[in-house]
């Protein structure tokens, strides 16, 4: 996976040139690229430090000779690693991390950021982190726990059409 972690890393970095060039090539494989929550890949972006690595769920997912896309909105709203954690209201409308403050604005701009990249890259499908505040599919945390919801980064990506999973139902 050390391939997969130098394109996170190139993706990642904040070297626009350096993504773009990146971008490229995956673009240029000709394969069928398939964007991934970078955690499930082993990366440690997680708001604790950690990763969600699952190898298995990201060989179904991919599902053959493919271009993996890591991606991480919340890194890319530059939150930092760790970082406190996040959750959404009710209506998914408001994320505020652990300390109380409202860092919805900041999240968004990641998740547009992220979706760019995904289109960049011509993303065809995704494999996303269950039960994230950026990447939940059918659920995520909220101020009283994990609730049924989508996270804002699958939120967009649904809405434009990209077929969505998460690790749990590959």
């Known amino acids: 996976m050390s391939d997969l972690q ?23 494989s000709g394969k069928p690229v398939v964007l991934v929550s970078a955690c499930l890949l082993g ?25 993996i896309l890591p991606l991480c909105p919340e890194v890319l709203a530059r939150f930092g690693v760790p970082r406190p954690a996040i959750t959404l209201s009710a209506d998914g409308k408001l994320a505020t991390d652990a300390r109380g403050r409202d860092v919805t604005a900041e999240l968004e ?5 992220a979706d760019l990249i995904a289109r960049e890259a011509g993303a065809v499908r995704a494999l996303l982190k269950e039960r994230s505040p950026s990447c939940g599919v059918s659920e995520v945390h909220g101020p009283d726990g994990v609730r049924p919801g989508q ?10 059409g990209l077929p969505i999973v998460s690790e749990r139902a590959t």
């Not at 990642?12 to 350096?18: K, P, R, V, Y």
């Not at 440690?44 to 053959?64: F, I, L, P, S, T």
Request: aromatic share 4%; hydrophobic share 40%; proline share 0%.
């Open 6 to 28: 130098d394109r996170y890393a190139l993706i990642h970095g904040g070297d626009t040139e350096a993504m773009r060039a990146e971008l490229e090539r995956v673009k240029a």
């Open 109 to 113: 701009a990641g998740v547009r950021l």
């Open 151 to 160: 996270g804002r980064f699958a939120a967009r990506l649904s809405k434009r």
């Open 43 to 67: 990366v440690r972006c997680r708001y604790d430090g950690g990763d969600k690595r699952d190898d298995a769920a990201v060989a179904r997912a991919a599902g053959g000779d493919v271009e």
